[in-house]
């Protein structure tokens, strides 16, 4: 095998609070990463002369920043192989969305290359590599939808009853560093349990603000509410509404398809990474 085909779904957090500030300045969080069955789409070629490449990618993004090749640097690093790859992404997740797309990408060429490269690191040593290059990378690496906390790498598996989700890109960047730096960000949240979260009594710290600093989001939220309760992901731009069936979710977005980019997903317990990489 010299080459594999491997997804990068997208996360939503299905609430996000800050419950405090590492002596470090990294926030403390507690979230719930919910995985969806859709995503980008990442294809590894194994070279024999060691070099990294990007061929095909969002040229935005400098390739030597690229958090695909960083990934890929760090394990080559790591396992001291003499192998290389060309990357080629196939990128539906926007940029900036808080939907995990750089992250996802990242933990799909750990995981492809450890295969791929026969490097033979166990899941636990991938995430522990991921969480170098971001925090959100344990969670894709390890491929379960997952209550998370710390600054987002200490990890429980759960399973939630299968829900859709109508996702709403909104035309906006948001900043998640200014938002971060935002004087009114509520960062002493009481730590919760489950029970608290499957009882509704959770928010995305960041959402007053976000909406606040952002009509166009705002106005999604506004659109949105006429049919679900609309939430933020992460630290925005993305907004997505929780629905019992694919035929609900549908229903909504063909109300919003004309005005907003949308698509509609399945939450799913195990990532679709894990799931084919089980099957090959």
């Given amino acids: 095998m010299d080459r594999l085909t491997l997804p990068a779904p997208a996360k939503l957090n299905l609430f996000l609070h800050i419950t405090g500030r590492r002596p470090d300045g990294y926030?403390?969080?507690?979230?719930?990463?919910?995985?969806?069955?859709?995503?980008?789409?990442?294809?590894?070629?194994?070279?024999?002369?060691?070099?990294?490449?990007?061929?095909?990618?969002?040229?935005?993004?400098?390739?030597?920043?690229?958090?695909?090749?960083?990934?890929?640097q760090l394990l080559k690093q790591v396992s001291q192989t003499r192998f290389g790859v060309d990357i080629v992404i196939n990128k539906r997740l926007p940029m900036g969305g808080g939907l995990g797309?750089?992250?996802?990408?990242?933990?799909?060429?750990?995981?492809?290359?450890?295969?791929?490269?026969?490097?033979?690191?166990?899941?636990?040593?991938?995430?522990?590599?991921?969480?170098?290059?971001?925090?959100?990378?344990?969670?894709?690496?390890?491929?379960?939808?997952?209550?998370?906390?710390?600054?987002?790498?200490?990890?429980?598996?759960?399973?939630?009853?299968?829900?859709?989700?109508l996702v709403v890109v909104p035309d906006a960047h948001v900043a998640t560093r200014e938002i971060f730096l935002n004087p009114r960000l509520t960062r002493n949240c009481e730590p919760i349990t489950m029970a608290t979260f499957l009882n509704g009594v959770t928010q995305n710290v960041f959402e007053s603000i976000v909406r606040e600093q952002h009509p166009n989001i705002n106005q999604v939220f506004e659109l949105l509410s006429q049919y679900a309760k609309p939430r933020l992901t992460g630290s925005g731009a993305c907004v997505f509404a929780e629905f019992d069936s694919q035929i609900a979710a549908d229903q909504v977005q063909q109300k919003l398809s004309t005005t907003w980019d949308t698509f509609v997903a399945k939450g799913v317990k195990q990532s679709p990474l894990v799931t084919q990489l089980k099957l090959n």
């Avoid at 789409?41 to 960083?70: F, H, W, Y």
């Avoid at 990408?105 to 791929?116: D, F, K, Y």
């Avoid at 166990?122 to 344990?138: I, N, S, T």
């Fill in 101 to 165: 797309g750089g992250s996802s990408n990242a933990a799909t060429v750990l995981v492809g290359l450890n295969q791929l490269w026969r490097c033979g690191l166990k899941p636990e040593q991938l995430a522990e590599l991921g969480l170098r290059l971001g925090a959100d990378v344990p969670v894709f690496v390890l491929g379960h939808t997952a209550w998370a906390e710390g600054v987002g790498e200490q990890l429980t598996a759960i399973d939630l009853p299968e829900r859709w989700y």
């Fill in 27 to 72: 926030h403390l969080l507690q979230t719930l990463f919910q995985i969806l069955d859709y995503g980008d789409s990442i294809q590894l070629i194994r070279r024999d002369d060691g070099k990294l490449r990007r061929v095909a990618g969002n040229e935005s993004v400098p390739e030597e920043t690229d958090l695909m090749i960083r990934a890929a």
